[in-house]
T-cell receptor, first 113, second 113 residues
Framework: TQLLEQSPQFLSIQEGENLTVYCNSSSVFSSLQWYRQEPGEGPVLLVTVVTGGEVKKLKRLTFQFGDARKDSSLHITAAQTGDTGLYLC?????????????FGKGTLLTVNP | KAGVTQTPRYLIKTRGQQVTLSCSPI?????VSWYQQTPGQGLQFLFEYFSETQRNKGNFPGRFSGRQFSNSRSEMNVSTLELGDSALYLC???FGGGADTQYFGPGTRLTVL
């Protein structure tokens, strides 16, 4: 069974601060996705990383996939209140399990004004 | 294009009853996946349907079942409800499945009393 551990589980910061959340596994994934989920809504895909060592930027968000494709991080610069939400990482297995995403339990981020 | 719709949005049932949830994918999408989300376990994969066939299945008991119709709409059924079935049930729509982007609906909040 492939497991994804996300840390921290909860994070409360002030607007303007920087933060990093982590997604770690002992398994190798063919790709890894990051989602944000707001209350009362389903998760929305932010980015997919595929290549080990890959770095992708989405405005103030920077995503990195580990060299061994077992871990990933999300860094937010100058957080805003609109960044508040549950951040989920999800790994896609290789081969026959490729159709199933394994999700971490998420990091609940609160950005205070 | 309209997004993924799920009905009903909220549902209250009692132990022992059964429930049917519905999901209408994005027009043109042929794959529908179902997930259960709880605070303790996070997002867990239930099953995926593609062109009316179950293509992948998670580790849930046989009380959880689903089906997909020729118009790609999907239903999931939970029989003999237990208190632990209380959760947010999310469906996700994909064009073809696999590594295609998953678009999540807002979910159905099921409470079992």
């Amino acid at each position: 069974t492939q497991l994804l551990e996300q840390s921290p589980q909860f994070l409360s910061i002030q607007e303007g601060e920087n933060l990093t959340v982590y997604c770690n596994s002992s398994s190798v994934f063919s790709s890894l996705q990051w989602y944000r989920q707001e209350p009362g809504e389903g998760p929305v895909l932010l980015v997919t990383v595929v290549t080990g060592g890959e770095v992708k930027k989405l405005k103030r968000l920077t995503f990195q996939f580990g060299d061994a494709r077992k871990d990933s991080s999300l860094h937010i610069t100058a957080a805003q209140t609109g960044d508040t939400g549950l951040y989920l990482c999800a790994g896609a297995g290789s081969g026959g399990s490729n159709y199933k995403l394994t999700f971490g339990k998420g990091t609940l981020l609160t950005v205070n004004p | 294009k309209a997004g993924v719709t799920q009905t009903p949005r909220y549902l209250i049932k009692t132990r022992g009853q059964q429930v049917t949830l519905s999901c209408s994918p994005i027009s043109g999408h042929r794959s529908v996946s179902w997930y259960q989300q709880t605070p303790g376990q996070g997002l867990q994969f239930l099953f995926e349907y593609f062109s009316e066939t179950q293509r992948n299945k998670g580790n849930f008991p046989g009380r959880f079942s689903g089906r997909q119709f020729s118009n790609s709409r999907s239903e999931m059924n939970v029989s003999t409800l237990e208190l632990g079935d209380s959760a947010l049930y999310l469906c996700a729509s994909q064009f073809g499945g696999g590594a295609d982007t998953q678009y999540f609906g807002p979910g159905t909040r099921l409470t079992v009393l």
